[in-house]
């Protein structure tokens, strides 16, 4: 019990075959992630960014072919792993919580000065519910696990900027939302 499923194509997590919601969407569906802003270019930048990085982290990118667009996030990203020594444990890895019913994508896990640390890689701004989508990830690992949680934003220039989170109330948020997203689900299911 408890086999994680991940459809690519609808972005839709599964356990044991049953659908459940990600951490994204639990956010989004509890309204806090205001989507009009979001268009195509910025999603396949986002994306692109985001595989650029995957690549070179996983040691399988051909820099030489990379287009000069991403070369600037991915000069940011080496900056940053080179300034602070973060090495990745864990690449773009698919998480859930059984007990709570959801799961989700974290972008980077591995250890930052010693403490173990969930990064999310952005290349636009960092909006204030970051923290939130990175308290839903850090509740997908043991209870008590003391997580350092932390946006790192690259830009086109080849700089980076941290945003940490530590408020610990971002939990308490992340199931607020959890319990509003599965309120929806079972009243959907009941009508």
């Given amino acids: ?10 972005h839709q997590f599964k356990i044991d075959g049953r659908p459940i919601p990600s951490v994204t969407q639990i956010i989004k569906g509890a309204g806090l992630i205001d989507d009009r802003w979001f268009d195509d270019y910025y999603s396949e930048r986002g994306s692109a960014v985001h595989l650029t990085c995957q690549l070179f982290d996983e040691g399988d990118l051909d820099e030489a072919n990379l287009d000069p667009v991403l070369s600037g996030y991915l000069s940011g990203w080496k900056k940053f792993r080179s300034d602070t020594g973060f090495t990745p444990d864990e690449i773009e890895k698919q998480v859930y919580n ?6 989700g994508m974290l972008d980077r896990f591995g250890v930052l000065a010693g403490v173990p640390t969930i990064i999310d890689i952005k290349s636009g701004a960092v909006p204030w519910w970051v923290g939130i989508q990175l308290a839903g990830y850090a509740g997908t690992f043991p209870a008590g696990k003391k997580l350092r949680r932390m946006a790192v934003k690259i830009s086109q220039d080849g ?4 945003v940490e989170f530590i408020d610990r109330n971002e939990w308490k948020f992340f199931k607020n939302c959890l319990e509003i997203e599965h309120l929806k689900r079972r009243m959907k299911n009941e009508s």
């Fill in 98 to 103: 059984l007990e709570l019913q959801y799961a």
């Fill in 1 to 10: 019990m408890g086999k994680l499923e991940f459809d690519s194509d609808n």
């Fill in 159 to 162: 700089t980076y900027k941290v």
